[in-house]
């Protein structure tokens, strides 16, 4: 018996790299700018002259069942695009609010640049605009994983208008500057090239979802995969590699004393993210990512902050954890 058992296992493992390449055919080739995937709602576009170029920035507007008169923005992170707030948006749009998703630049169905200099600030500005094109003069703006990094730096430039914050597992609670070596944009480049689905599954499933899969992540990783089979794919690789120089090199950790707007951290227990842990020695890299600790060191910095932590929740608790993620955020957004 235990012989058959051995030889089964032997043939399914024999078997994993022809599925992963089947996998890999499979995909759906998707354009450079996701023309051929369809957002949840109905998408905007806001032209924008930066740094020489003629850009198209995209948004989602959401209009509420019922107005509250409130409105709440949301920030996607740096592998994924406006699309999987979908859920996020129902239920806030259900609860009154008008609910505004745009695309970054070099991200989603937003323009591709051959050339940016890609800081928080500029992203932050481009962000502001499509709120003064649409007259929204106070938002919540709620952002996860870079965009929480992101969400800080929007709500230092304009605390006037963002009356609360929102960070649901933001990277950037601590400075990887200082603990892992830097990559070049070029040795990130390199390595965005080599993407295939398989890297990007297996990324998720050990990074976001502790090794849990189930279908309806599925998507999401589709959504990266299938831009790698595309003819223009080394221009998003090469917008993924200058976002990631953004975000290494641009910490938001050290003003987070000066916000002082109410603030609501959500943190899932069970993140180990960060930037570079696969670069530093072993020793450093087993003391990066430590969100416990992280989330509890930001609640003291920013002042008027309410720290929710979500219990066997990875990196994704809108995404893995609904039920626990939304009931705190709305309960935050009624205050």
């Not at 790299?17 to 080739?29: E, V, Y």
């Not at 189930?214 to 790698?228: I, N, Q, R, S």
Request: proline share 5%.
């Amino acid at each position: 018996m235990r012989k058959v058992t051995f030889l089964l296992l032997a043939l399914l493992l024999l078997q994993l790299p022809t599925i992963a390449q089947q996998k890999q055919q499979d995909l759906k080739n998707l354009d450079i700018n996701l023309e051929n995937y369809k957002y949840p709602y109905p998408v905007q576009y806001l032209p924008l002259t930066i740094q020489k170029q003629q850009l198209r920035m995209a948004y989602m507007d959401v209009k509420p069942t019922k107005a509250n008169g409130k409105t709440v923005m949301l920030l996607h992170g740096k592998n994924f695009n406006g699309a999987y707030w979908k859920q996020t948006a129902d239920a806030l749009s259900k609860a009154g609010y008008r609910v505004i998703i745009p695309d970054q630049i070099g991200f989603g169905k937003s323009s591709k640049p051959e050339q940016l200099q890609y800081t928080f600030q500029l992203l932050a500005t481009n962000t502001k605009a499509i709120l003064d094109t649409l007259n929204i003069k106070k938002v919540a703006v709620l952002g996860h994983s870079m965009g929480g990094m992101l969400a800080t730096r929007f709500a230092l430039m304009y605390p006037d208008m963002t009356e609360k914050l929102i960070l649901a597992n933001p990277i950037g609670l601590e400075d990887w500057k200082r603990k892992a070596p830097y990559q070049t944009i070029d040795q990130a480049y390199k390595g965005e090239l080599q993407q295939t689905y398989d890297k990007i599954k297996k990324y998720q499933l050990e990074n976001y979802y502790g090794g849990k899969w189930k279908p309806e992540y599925d998507e999401w990783a589709e959504l990266l995969a299938g831009w790698t089979i595309n003819e223009n794919y080394p221009l998003i690789a090469w917008n993924a590699a200058l976002t990631f120089d953004m975000i290494f090199t641009q910490p938001v950790l050290y003003e987070f004393d000066q916000l002082k707007m109410p603030t609501l951290l959500i943190i899932g227990q069970r993140d180990r993210t960060a930037l570079g842990k696969n670069l530093a020695p072993k020793e450093v890299a087993a003391t990066m990512g430590n969100y416990p600790q992280l989330g509890k060191d930001t609640a003291k910095k920013i002042k008027n902050s309410t720290l929710v932590e979500l219990e066997g929740v990875g990196h994704m608790p809108h995404i893995e954890a609904f039920d626990k993620f939304i009931n705190p955020l709305l309960n935050f957004l009624k205050k």
